[in-house]
């Protein structure tokens, strides 16, 4: 008999991706996948922990399936990801009806977990070693996924994928839990990362967007030489098929002048660039160990700006972390105001266990401060974004479609003519009407009007037909 998966995902690319793979592997092992946790015979959840937030949704879900586990206690629940890793025992303790906490170096295991409680060796944890327990090769190897396995139906469109190219973090920000959670830094080797692109390719993906936690620090050494972000952009830009090329998320003192010619010198690698500031002060920059100051951030900025001028580029922030003054967090205002960032993800600092900002500084901004400035960094970010879509206003931008919008709803679902999105090349929202066949397509676009977050146009071709060109 066919069993049945569900699968809840929340956080970055990367656990789009890790999910993506569990599916892969689960399918093989004859699980189908179903929309709702009533319908699975496995419910799965993979986790964030890189806020409190994130993290109190979670086990608030979790708690909401107690009954659920009480009325079929042959459902099991596995709890994934950088909230397995992070708590390991205390969600078995919270939420102790869970069958299975599997940290995100050890999803391979997963099959044979759910084996283990089927021959009755009751619940089961896989997770990596901490960044202490061990040599730091093995600990290394702890935390190596299985990334060939792909499932292009699990990626929200079968034509654009992600590729993970580096697994860990060694940057220790202070504040940051993923150096624990994802270990290592660990470059993958080029022939893994080619060979699964040109799978991707072969699945019929246009677009591949790498993934590392700090990407362009990307190294691989081997026999052959070392390899660097720049040289595999290179050499995946050979590949057919595959015609945007995208990588997230830069580190700012990594970004160095041969890969920004590099993705100059290469049409299908998208000049966006995500490189996150976190703040505009210095103080808090050193404080949050960030490696560099707001100088050698805006002269790489710069650098982007004399190679790429065209080129997008968007950014994080962090408000109200430990000791942040009025004046500090003006700084922040102020480098949104020169940056004039495609877009920002504004985050209120959380504190994090097991972190040194968690151990050695004071969480002594108020809640309401930080919420406070939260919205006022948005709203200047929101209206510097849409004064530079404005510049769009009037011009063709190039769209690969993704699908119809959210707007479009299941309202439109018979009707000929819906609202389709995509995105540019700079990675710019973009929506016009149009028909769902157009997905997958590239379009040229007539930008008519422009919002903060979105372009809002009409299809070239589409006009030349209906004035009978
Ligand atoms: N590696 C990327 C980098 O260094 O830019 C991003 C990693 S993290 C998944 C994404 C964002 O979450 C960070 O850029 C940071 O702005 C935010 N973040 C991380 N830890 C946080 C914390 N403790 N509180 C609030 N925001 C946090
Ligand atoms: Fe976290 Fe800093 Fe590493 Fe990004 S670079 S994952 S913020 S420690």
């Given amino acids: 008999m066919t069993k049945t998966v569900y699968i809840k995902t929340v956080g970055c690319q990367m656990n789009v991706l890790d999910s993506e793979m569990v599916i892969a592997d689960l399918k093989r092992n004859g699980y189908e996948v179903v929309d709702t946790p009533d319908a699975a ?274 950014s994080d922030f962090i408000v109200g972390f430990c000791g942040e003054t009025d004046e500090d967090f003006q700084k922040s205002v102020d480098m949104i105001e020169r940056c004039r960032f495609k877009n920002s993800f504004i985050f209120q600092y959380s504190v994090r266990g097991g972190t040194k900002a968690a151990e050695r500084l004071e969480d002594d901004v108020p809640r309401e401060v930080k919420a406070q400035r939260n919205n006022e960094l948005l709203a200047v970010q929101n209206r510097v974004a849409k004064e530079g879509n404005e510049k769009l206003r009037g011009t063709t931008v190039q769209v690969l479609v993704e699908g119809p919008s959210k707007k479009a709803g299941k309202a439109d679902e018979d009707s000929s003519i819906v609202q389709m999105t995509g995105r540019t090349h700079c990675d710019r929202i973009v929506v016009f009407d149009g028909n769902r066949r157009q997905a997958r397509q590239l379009l040229d676009v007539h930008v008519d009007d422009v919002t903060s977050h979105t372009l809002i146009g009409r299809v070239r071709t589409v006009e030349l037909v209906s004035i009978g060109l």
């Fill in 41 to 314: 015979d496995l419910l799965l959840y993979n986790t964030c922990s890189i806020r409190e937030q994130a993290e109190e949704k979670t086990y608030s879900a979790l708690g909401k399936l107690r009954d659920t586990k009480d009325r079929n206690p042959e459902k099991k629940i596995g709890v994934l990801g950088c909230m397995a890793q992070k708590d390991q025992e205390v969600i078995f303790r919270r939420a102790p009806f869970v069958d299975m906490v599997v940290g995100p170096g050890q999803l391979h295991a997963l099959p044979q977990l759910i084996t283990n409680i089927d021959s009755g060796e009751g619940r089961q944890m896989a997770v990596s070693l901490g960044r202490t327990e061990g040599k730091q090769a093995v600990v290394a190897r702890s935390h190596e996924t299985f990334d060939p396995l792909r499932d292009p139906s699990m990626r929200p469109t079968p034509f654009q994928a992600y590729l993970r190219i580096q697994i860990g973090c060694d940057k220790f920000c202070t504040y940051c839990v993923v150096p624990n959670t994802r270990g290592p830094e660990q470059g993958r080797s080029p022939v893994e990362i080619l060979s699964e692109a040109r799978v991707l390719a072969e699945q019929g993906c246009r677009e591949i967007t790498l993934l590392g936690q700090t990407v362009n620090s990307y190294r691989h050494r081997s026999e052959d030489g070392e390899t660097d972000l720049a040289g595999l952009l290179e050499q995946l830009h050979e590949i057919d098929g595959i015609e945007r090329l995208k990588f997230v998320t830069n580190y700012p003192k990594d970004m160095t002048e041969r890969l920004l010619t590099t993705v100059r010198d290469l049409p299908k690698c998208s000049p966006y660039l995500h490189v996150p500031a976190q703040s505009g002060s210095d103080a808090v920059l050193k404080r949050m160990k960030r490696g560099y100051t707001v100088g050698q951030y805006m002269d790489m900025f710069e650098r982007i700006e004399s190679i790429l001028p065209e080129a997008a580029v968007s």
